[in-house]
């Protein structure tokens, strides 16, 4: 989990950050994801980007937690009716699956990278 400098960041640069990482996970396997691409994006000193997480693999696993939150969100807020069998409340969460998949494509791509392809 990223350090409390991490918290202390304006929103829009603790934005960018993240929006930056995605794209480099959502684009390159986890051994080939690069921090120093990430800090030359986004104009900051590598040193700095250990100010704000341990390693790589705290960043690509606080991202998965990201995806996780966001999904619960979305899982809280479908109405699922008590009477529904075990194939409608699937169909409810297969639907709140491609909701997120099409609300946050590129975080989606990290996620099914650590569940389908790699796991650092």
Do not use: C, W
Request: aromatic share 14%; hydrophobic share 40%.
């Amino acid at each position: 989990m990223p350090k409390e400098t991490f918290f202390n960041l304006p929103d829009d640069k603790r934005e960018r950050l993240l929006q930056i990482a995605i794209n480099e996970f959502a684009d390159n396997d986890y051994q080939n994801a690069s921090i120093s691409r990430i800090v030359k994006e986004m104009g900051i000193a590598k040193g700095s980007f250990y100010q704000y997480f341990e390693d790589k693999k705290d960043l690509f696993m606080y991202l998965i937690d990201l995806s996780l939150q966001e999904k619960q969100q979305l899982l809280g807020k479908i109405d699922i009716p008590a009477e529904a069998n075990m194939f409608e409340m699937l169909r409810f969460v297969f639907q709140m699956q491609v909701k997120f998949d099409f609300e946050h494509p590129r975080l989606s791509e990290v996620g099914y990278r650590a569940i389908y392809r790699e796991v650092p």
